[in-house]
């Protein structure tokens, strides 16, 4: 069974920094592009982040580029996502994704962020 | 990069249609035939309905089918069940690896 399982969320002051980590099981990690979505509080959708199978290739959404970096470790089947200078309009719940065919088909429980002072 | 529109609700009595727009642009919705349709129940994480326009993964019932015309992709849920009571977003390629979402229609079994 497919399984994405996120961690590392909590709250932060403005201006802070976190590191979000997601567990991936049930499949061929190193085999598939992976990217991070978040929902603010009563929100819709928003894509974050892609990143490409060997991490050669990484692209953002321009709100958070310079600030945030996605990562990935295939050894650990973990993907990752450090995020600097954190704002509140950042405070979002974060998922894991697996992006296939310019879809997210499978995705994590998320874990929430709140950037608040 | 602007989110696609999508009306904010619809809603359909058991066993009827509902179709969901989701209208973008020729840069998104109209120039790439990655346009998918995601279901999201209150305090659960999105689930993937359709993907490239028209194709269901497996597990999801065919009474839930995609198309697109022009720049507007639609979602049309056939025989609404009650747990098709939900919030759907449309996504969609947007050219310079870029993607966006819509900003969601919630669904409403009558």
């Known amino acids: 069974e497919v399984q994405l399982v996120e961690s590392g969320g909590g709250s932060v002051q403005p201006g802070g920094s976190l590191r979000l980590s997601c567990a991936a099981s049930?499949?061929?990690?190193?085999?598939?592009?992976m990217s991070w979505v978040r929902q603010a509080p009563g929100k819709g959708l928003e894509w974050v982040a892609n990143?490409?199978?060997?991490?050669?290739?990484?692209y953002y959404v321009d709100s958070v580029k310079g600030r945030f970096t996605i990562s990935r470790d295939n050894a650990k089947n973990s993907l990752y996502l450090q995020m600097n200078s954190l704002r509140a309009e950042d405070t979002a719940v974060y998922y894991c994704t697996r992006h296939l065919y310019g879809s997210h088909d499978c995705w994590g429980k998320g874990t929430l962020l709140t950037v608040s002072s | 990069q602007s989110a696609l529109t999508q009306p904010p609700s619809a809603s359909g009595s058991p066993e009827q249609s509902v179709t969901i727009s989701c209208t973008g642009t020729s840069t998104d919705v109209g120039g790439y035939n990655y346009v998918s349709w995601y279901q999201q129940h209150p305090g659960k994480a999105p689930k993937l309905m359709i993907y490239?326009?028209?194709k269901r993964p497996s597990g999801v019932p065919d009474r839930f089918s995609g198309s697109k015309s022009g720049n507007t992709a639609s979602l049309t849920v056939s025989g609404l069940q009650a747990e098709d009571e939900a919030d759907y977003y449309c996504?969609?390629?947007?050219?310079?690896?870029?993607?966006?979402f819509g900003a969601g229609t919630r669904v409403t079994v009558l």
């Open positions: 990143i490409k199978q060997d991490g050669s290739e990484k």
């Open positions: 996504y969609s390629y947007a050219g310079n690896n870029n993607f966006v």
């Open positions: 049930g499949f061929s990690f190193s085999a598939h592009w």
């Open positions: 490239e326009v028209t």
